[in-house]
């Protein structure tokens, strides 16, 4: 039996810009960094509110397609230099071709396309999950939808919701129902910020397939997540601004429960890390060899990179 691929199971485009290419661009456009994003940089406690007008500012940079093939090399090379040997890749292309006028969509597949292709090169595997924002609302959500219905790349494997949890899990079933039929797979951004019923709501009446983060699970969520194999994505360095400390990280509990968990680096251009720094937090946090090992197992088993559409 082969040792697990490490893979990253959970990244995204616009947080996974270099720092430098962000300053960069960032001078040139003439747009002062704000000090959310400094702080990140530095390591500071921030909120979540901090942490997405970090996000939205570095997402407001990215103006045509060499920004987005630049975004999938720095997250290549992030994951080379880590050892990995995949990644599953979200992105919102929403807000930067409808919401914000940026680029045109084409732009964006073409410089997703590009930049998968020299990761491919370099042997890695690669996939696609567009993530809609819950916070903007279920129209929002179908608008999505209908952004990527026209012209669905083959790279593209699945649909997610991110952002702050307000608009309740069930109301988006429809939209989750939608993307389903274009053959993809369903994942959720829940007990991240909000209450330990959004997991249990997403898996029941959204009928999502993977949650990430998660962290927010209670012990009646994390049975339901034990009983219905349902993977977990844990980014334990992004994690820091959602629980009081690194060292009360739900992650030992979570696995020891039986839950399919395993490691990403979420936005690692704006909270610094890689899959190796994720590993050894793993190990502070008190997990053993053994279960260091079942992480990687899990993130090979259900990593959508190796497993492609639904249908």
């Known amino acids: ?5 490490h893979i990253d199971r959970h990244v995204h485009l616009e947080g996974g810009l270099d720092p430098n290419w962000v300053r960069t661009q960032a001078h040139e456009q003439n747009k002062a960094l704000p000090a959310s994003l400094e702080g990140l940089w530095r390591g500071d406690d921030r909120s979540f509110e901090d942490f997405i007008e970090a996000f939205l500012f570095i997402a407001s940079l990215i103006q045509n397609r060499e920004a987005i093939r630049e975004a999938v090399r720095s ?3 992030r994951t080379l230099a880590s050892g990995g040997q995949g990644f599953d890749l979200w992105c ?7 919401q914000e006028k940026q680029l045109p969509l084409s732009e964006f597949w073409k410089g997703l396309e590009e930049g998968l292709q020299e990761a491919q090169a370099q042997g890695l595997a690669t996939a696609v999950v567009i993530d809609a924002v819950n916070h903007f609302g279920i129209d929002h959500g179908h608008e999505v939808v209908d952004l990527i219905s026209k012209d669905l790349p083959a790279y593209v494997v699945g649909f997610s919701t991110g952002g702050l949890e307000r608009v309740p899990f069930r109301a988006w079933a429809p939209v989750f129902d939608r993307a389903r039929k274009l053959g993809l797979r369903i994942a959720a951004h829940a007990g991240e910020n909000g209450d330990p019923n959004n997991v249990r709501e997403a898996i029941i009446e959204g009928g999502v397939s993977r949650i990430v983060h998660g962290v927010l699970s209670d012990d009646q969520t994390l049975q339901l997540l034990q009983a219905e194999s349902i993977p977990v994505d844990i980014c334990i360095s992004s994690n ?3 629980v009081p400390s690194l060292t009360q990280h739900p992650l030992p509990h979570m696995l020891r429960s039986g839950v399919r968990c395993a490691l990403g680096t979420d936005d690692p251009g704006i909270i610094p890390c890689s899959l190796d720094t994720e590993e050894k937090l793993a190990r502070r946090l008190g997990l053993t060899e053994d279960e260091l090992q079942k992480l990687w197992v899990h993130g090979e088993v259900d990593a959508w990179c190796l497993q492609g559409r639904a249908h």
């Open 75 to 77: 997250i290549t090379a």
């Open 92 to 98: 919102s292309p929403h807000w930067l071709v409808v």
């Open 240 to 242: 820091r601004i959602l």
């Open 1 to 5: 039996m082969h040792p697990p691929r």
